[in-house]
Every structure is written in C-alpha cells, then in structure tokens.
C-alpha cells in the first residue's frame, strides 16, 4: 500500500513564528495544532495555530527527504516559498484544507 505524506508550515497570527512539519495526515495534523493536543509542544508555546502553507507527496519518504531540505533554509527562502503558494499568508485551513 501506498501512504502519502506532505510538509506544512505552522505560524502565528502576526505570521513572525515558523513550525515545518511533515505528516501523512494534514487534517489531522492541523486539527491537533489548532486544539492544542500536545501541551507544551512548540506550536502550543508559541500558539502556532495558522496552516500558511503545505506540500503534497504521493510517498511519506519524500516528504520526509523534502522536510529534511527544506528545514536546512534560511528564513527568507522559507518565506518565498511560502509566498508563492499563499501571498497573502491566509489560514489554508479556513480557506480550503479543512473541506477535503
């Protein structure tokens, strides 16, 4: 059997924290950031509850080698990356994610 992944960036509302992630569940994923499920945990620190960008791969394994690359990045081609797939640094998950 196949099992998909994808990264995601994670941010705050002011969009000034970063949190890259990969999983091969977005849904879920996202739905436990934004609940809180992990107390504690990075995201719950620095309430990291905005999905401003994801990335799908039909392999969990790219997924994780893309996560890998891009954690190596600085700040700004992080920021351009996310930018060219969400300008406006939306909430995906409002904006579609969530009605998958």
């Not at 992944?5 to 941010?11: A, D, L, N, P, Q």
């Not at 509302?13 to 609940?35: A, C, F, M, P, W």
């Not at 309430?47 to 969990?60: M, Q, S, T, W």
Request: glycine share 6%; with cysteine; charged share 30%.
């Amino acid at each position: 059997m196949i099992r998909g992944g994808c990264i995601y960036f994670m941010s705050n509302q002011y969009r000034t924290v970063l949190y890259l992630g990969v999983t091969s569940d977005l849904i879920r994923r996202v739905q436990e950031h934004k609940n809180k499920a992990y107390p504690g945990s990075f995201t719950d620190r620095y309430n990291l509850g905005v999905l401003v960008y994801y990335e799908n791969f039909l392999h969990i394994e790219e997924a994780i080698a893309r996560e890998k690359e891009v954690k190596k990045w600085r700040r700004e081609k992080k920021n351009a990356l996310i930018s060219s797939m969400n300008p406006g640094w939306k909430d995906l998950w409002e904006a579609e994610v969530r009605y998958w």
